[in-house]
């Protein structure tokens, strides 16, 4: 398995790294999760560098295993190493999550080609080359093991609990599918099994994995009301309807959305089409991967895939709660990896060892096939700025990149945010555009000569998370700070608190001041709502370990019997 994830990952090695389509936003969040952590922030709620050193709450709403991982990764290996590295993990993840729930039902060997064949299935390495999504490819990882823990009927509620909050703190669109996926998996195996335990157990599981991750998922649902998180469906390119299979679309709003939606339709369809002839070779050799009970929910996991990607399929995306967030249905093909490899590798595993040995020989030529195909057609050329090296000068620097549209604030507009701004910049009307454009940037950009404020003597000093400016104001005004606004930042002006940021079209934090001595301090609180979910998670936290000692007290109980 190990040489299946190298052997994926190696055309990042051999043809360069490929800048996916979230690869700048994840390669930020790294640098500056690493930069918190070195200012004394463990847990960061705010990113500095988005909206050029303006920042947003992105660590608040984005689930935090991949920053973590990805930070930590780039603190040993540096920034280079640090995306392969996290490939190869994920990839590595991804085959052994399903070569262990392809043992409850294959051999040894046909359940480690099975998680080969989940790797080279086609999403994973899509996600990979092609749009650098991963939280994507962590829930390769964690949903072939939801699968596993919700087959298996005694002692396994914890890590069933454990999975889904793992699946929550990696990827919000796969924690989604997670608890639907679990969902009807459960209802499946009660009816087969004629009994509601797998449905109870899968109850219990969820209930204790949100509250694993309360102390992510709860300040992150409250303060959405903070924050345009609608923005993130309402480009019609990111809505569910206009991303059926194959898809074609009039408008020239879509135009680039219909060629990536070609390219993912192909990969849905071959997906497809292996598990099809996978369980039909299976059914003609009548050989089926375990029990009935075991192989039919996972045979019929494909067939709700293929449900998902097409347009009757809409009324189930509209009624069913955060369903729609997921914007694509080609998101669902993460489920699929798990069952094609299982059925595939089962209808082509010989009985004969030189068959084995063939089909090995076979197989690890198309698996370098298929790693060449995705590193030649999906990989994405890095620009000069988009490259690693480019990115980290760009963040040495102080610079900043562009913010998040779905993590502004409500009615701010990021492509007004000037690059280059002051720490704080004194002006007589709170509403002062501060930056102008040019030929070559649209983007907004400060320059002293524009006359836009007055200047500031400023001594600025703070970290992430708590910020002050001192200096002598020539006059009464306005001091517009080059930071977003946002409710948990508690402002005070010569000590006196500031209960009003103002509603600048750009997001930034403006504050009313005296002529004179300024002394002005942003602090970032610790809001009710994460002090809930902090103690949720606390709760949860006991529950789980009270539950851990009632499932190992009943495994101790069954080896004595």
Not at 277 to 296: D, H, T, Y
Not at 482 to 502: E, F
């Amino acid at each position: 398995m190990i040489l299946a994830a190298a052997v994926a990952t190696a055309p990042l090695l051999l043809r360069g790294f490929s800048c996916g389509h979230d690869f700048d936003f994840h390669l930020a969040s790294w640098m500056d999760a690493r930069e918190a952590w070195r200012n004394g922030v463990l847990y960061p709620h705010w990113t500095s560098s988005p909206n050029f050193g303006a920042g947003e709450p992105r660590f608040l709403f984005y689930p935090p295993l991949t920053w973590m991982l990805g930070a930590a990764l780039g603190a040993v290996l540096g920034w280079q190493a640090a995306p392969v590295a996290l490939t190869f993990l994920l990839l590595l993840g991804t085959g052994l999550g399903v070569r262990a729930l392809a043992r409850q039902m294959l051999t040894e060997g046909a359940a480690t080609l099975a998680g080969c064949l989940a790797i080279f299935s086609g999403y994973a390495l899509f996600c990979v080359y092609e749009r650098s999504a991963y939280g994507e490819l962590v829930g390769g990882c964690t949903i072939p093991l939801a699968l596993l823990f919700a087959m298996r009927q005694k002692r396994s509620t914890l890590w069933l609990a454990l999975t889904i909050a793992a699946s929550w703190l990696a990827n919000a669109p796969v924690g989604v599918m997670v608890c639907y996926l679990l969902a009807a998996f459960a209802i499946v195996l009660a009816v087969m099994r004629r009994r509601w335990t797998p449905v109870l157990r899968a109850t219990v599981a969820v209930a204790l994995g949100l509250g694993l991750a309360a102390f992510y998922l709860v300040p992150a649902a409250v303060e959405q009301r903070w924050a345009d998180i609608r923005e993130a469906v309402n480009d019609p390119g990111l809505q569910v309807q206009n991303s059926f299979i194959f898809a074609r679309h009039a408008s020239a709003a879509l135009k680039d959305h219909d060629v990536e939606l070609y390219k993912t339709s192909l990969v849905t369809a071959t997906m497809l089409v292996m598990f099809g002839l996978g369980f039909l070779i299976c059914i003609l050799r009548k050989r089926m991967p375990g029990e009935r009970k075991v192989w039919l929910p996972l045979a019929l996991i494909p067939l709700a895939v293929l449900f998902l990607q097409l347009p009757i399929s809409l009324p189930v995306w509209n009624l069913l709660p955060k369903l729609g967030f997921l914007q694509f249905p080609w998101r669902w093909l993460v489920v699929l990896e798990a069952p094609l490899g299982i059925f595939l590798a089962c209808s082509v595993w010989p009985q004969t060892q030189r068959g084995r040995i063939t089909l090995v020989c076979v197989s690890a030529a198309a698996f370098a096939g298929v790693a060449w195909f995705a590193g030649t057609r999906f990989q994405q050329v890095c620009d000069d700025e988009d490259s690693v090296a480019g990115m980290t000068h760009v963040y040495e620097q102080g610079q900043g990149f562009i913010g998040t549209d779905e993590y502004a604030p409500q009615g701010a507009d990021n492509t007004l945010v000037a690059q280059k701004l002051p720490v704080a910049c004194l002006v007589s009307d709170a509403t002062t555009e501060l930056g102008e454009p040019d030929a070559d940037d649209p983007q907004p950009a400060w320059r002293a000569e524009q006359g836009s404020c007055d200047p500031f003597p400023v001594i600025a000093t703070g970290g992430e998370e708590h910020h002050r400016v001192r200096g002598m104001a020539s006059h009464a005004g306005y001091l517009v700070l080059r930071l977003r606004r946002y409710p948990a930042w508690n402002v005070r002006v010569n000590a006196a608190p500031v209960t009003d940021q103002g509603n600048r079209d750009d997001g930034l934090m403006v504050v009313p001041v005296p002529a004179g001595f300024l002394d002005v301090t942003m602090d970032w609180t610790t809001t009710p709502d994460v002090k809930l979910g902090r103690w949720i998670s606390l709760v949860a936290l006991l529950g789980a370990g009270g539950l851990a000692f009632v499932e190992q007290r009943g495994r101790r109980s069954g080896r004595r019997t």
